[in-house]
């Protein structure tokens, strides 16, 4: 099974910029871990839920599509909703803002159902130096693609860090999907 599906252009430029303006406006949450403890050794960054921000509902039906895409062309789970709110997770190296090795499958009730995890490139790639995404689906670590509108998604099980961010601002987006256990 291939690891990480990848779309380079899955939003342009002005989308992205768009996405982050809007992100601006709204109240952000600090970031908490699946289990809600929070650990600023593991995870350093602001959240904004979109479901709390208007006019966002286009960017949630180009994020379905991706992930219906993906699982049709790759990965094939047995996926039945999108429980959850996307998120922007503001990454800001003043703070250091990272996220260290984790998987995504918590103990919640929509936490420990997540199976497919995407993950948008907001930030312009020349706007921040760090805050690199890797993905470790076996031995082999891969980086994901740092431009801008880049779309990464893979299995909610596989362990993937942010590193720390040097310089400037990192905006990402997440979005999970669900579905019943493995078996
Ligand atoms: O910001 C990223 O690139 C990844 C975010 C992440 O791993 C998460 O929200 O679980
Ligand atoms: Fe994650």
């Known amino acids: 099974m291939l690891s990480l599906f990848a779309v380079p252009d899955a939003f342009t ?25 929070r650990d600023h050794n593991l995870r350093k960054s602001e959240l904004v839920w979109t479901d709390e921000v208007a006019g966002m509902e286009w960017v949630m039906e180009r994020l379905i599509d991706l992930v219906r895409r993906s699982n049709r062309d790759q990965f094939e789970f047995d996926l ?29 009730p929509a936490s420990k159902r997540r199976k497919l995890t ?26 994901a693609s740092r431009a801008q509108g880049g779309v990464s998604i893979f299995p909610s099980f596989t362990l993937h860090q942010v590193t720390p961010v040097k310089s400037g ?15």
């Open 118 to 143: 995407l993950v948008l490139q907001l930030s312009d790639a020349e706007a921040y130096e760090g805050g690199n995404l890797e993905i470790m689906p076996g031995a082999q670590i891969l980086s």
């Open 169 to 183: 601002t990192r905006h990402s987006m997440t979005v999970w999907a669900h579905g019943p256990a493995f078996r």
């Open 13 to 37: 430029k002005s989308e992205c910029e768009l996405i982050i303006t809007k992100i601006s406006e709204a109240p952000t949450d600090e970031a908490f871990l699946v289990g809600q403890n």
């Open 80 to 108: 039945r909703e999108f429980a959850e709110s996307p998120q922007v997770a503001i990454y800001k190296s003043s703070e250091s803002g990272h996220f260290s090795w984790h998987s995504d499958i918590g103990g919640g």
